[in-house]
């Protein structure tokens, strides 16, 4: 099956630095791209829709200059989260369709995120 | 914003029995899709059914869909230790489209 990875799978930082997040469709293309949060025992809450060749589409309550979103190509989401603080500490994880199967949807493992 | 509910919230059983989850929305659906979730890990998806059905399998999983209800059943049968995980409702309001999660249900198989 599709395969949709992320990098780094676990960073660890302290309060005020930047972190890129990847997101990567390994074997298909994804126009569209998906980033959530989740906090511990909690559910998945969609931050903002990654859009290949266009600005991302953010959630209400999602500041758009915190997380930098860039969809470079067919292949590739990166979120930022700049100025890390303590609070933004959480499990990231993308998750993508693919082109002419959209009713499916591929997740990648998730960034575990802690922030100093 | 969540809008699915999913109960129960945690649920703890004996390995061979079945498990059920429920999980209700509240907007019109396109789809509605089961995932699992081990700790600290992705998601894997489990099983789509569309708003047109009303009962999907795919082997020792069921899934029942009632739109007129807004609510969605997953059945684990014969469960087994490994089974053990949380499992997610996700609502699909268009093809293809943003997903909305439930509350998710932990499921605990004791062996």
């Known amino acids: 099956g599709a395969v949709v990875s992320q990098h780094p799978s676990r960073v660890i930082c302290k309060s005020g630095t930047s972190v890129k997040i990847e997101c990567r469709s390994l074997d298909f293309q994804a126009t569209t791209m998906f980033w959530y949060r989740q906090f511990p025992k909690k559910s998945l809450m969609l931050m903002a829709t990654?859009?290949?060749?266009?600005?991302?589409?953010?959630e209400q309550g999602v500041e758009k200059d915190k997380f930098l979103i860039n969809h470079a190509s067919l292949t590739l989401s990166t979120l930022t989260v700049t100025s890390a603080h303590p609070e933004d500490s959480s499990f990231y994880i993308c998750s993508a369709p693919q082109v002419g199967l959209p009713d499916t949807q591929y997740f990648g493992p998730g960034t575990r995120l802690t922030v100093l | 914003s969540q809008q699915g509910e999913e109960d129960p919230q945690a649920l703890s059983i004996q390995e061979g029995e079945n498990a059920t989850m429920n999980c209700s929305y509240k907007t019109s659906i396109n789809n509605l899709q089961w995932y699992r979730q081990n700790s600290g890990r992705g998601l894997v998806h489990l099983i789509l059914i569309r708003s047109n059905e009303r009962e999907k399998h795919s082997g020792r999983l069921r899934v029942t869909l009632d739109t007129s209800k807004k609510s969605s059943s997953l059945l684990i049968t014969a469960s087994r230790a490994a089974d053990t995980a949380s499992y997610f409702c996700?609502?699909?309001?268009?093809?293809?489209?943003?997903?909305?999660f439930g509350e998710g249900t932990q499921l605990t198989v004791n062996p």
């Open positions: 990654s859009n290949e060749g266009s600005k991302a589409t953010y």
């Open positions: 996700a609502t699909d309001a268009t093809s293809g489209s943003r997903l909305t």
